[in-house]
Nanobody, 128 residues
Framework: QVRLVESGGGLVQAGDSLRLSCVAS????????VGWFRQAPGKEREFVAT????????YYADSVKGRFTISRDNAKNTVYLQMNSLKPEDTAVYFC?????????????????????WGQGTQVTVSS
């Protein structure tokens, strides 16, 4: 499996921006879709965004559409999540995950059960 490490979280005010990074080691991310998910205290893990192996297809949760942008740099084995206009309801632990069971899949999955390699998460806290 690929090892994933997230970074870039922190405490910000509503309206601010953050960029999360997900760096892979042990294996290339080149062939795989990568997703971002988040989990707030007392809530289930929810889908945020995902990107296909070629970056040709991206999907977003309705709650972040227009504010968040997922991208990837395969040369750096890294996937990013640019988060703008942050809201208090964006507060959560953010996880990146890779779907290593499928290579060159054109349509990345939105369900967390499809992803088999996970990072440890990074905390994002947005104050009002």
């Amino acid at each position: 499996q690929v090892r994933l490490v997230e970074s870039g979280g922190g405490l910000v005010q509503a309206g601010d921006s953050l960029r999360l990074s997900c760096v892979a080691s042990g294996r290339t991310l080149y062939y795989y879709a990568v997703g971002w998910f988040r989990q707030a205290p007392g809530k289930e893990r929810e889908f945020v965004a995902t990107i296909s192996w070629s970056a040709g297809i991206t999907y977003y949760a309705d709650s972040v559409k227009g504010r968040f942008t997922i991208s990837r740099d395969n040369a750096k084995n890294t996937v990013y999540l640019q988060m703008n206009s942050l809201k208090p309801e964006d507060t959560a632990v953010y996880f990146c995950a890779a779907d290593t069971s499928k290579t060159y899949s054109p349509y990345p999955a939105k369900s967390f059960v499809e992803y088999d390699s996970w990072g440890q998460g990074t905390q994002v806290t947005v104050s009002s």
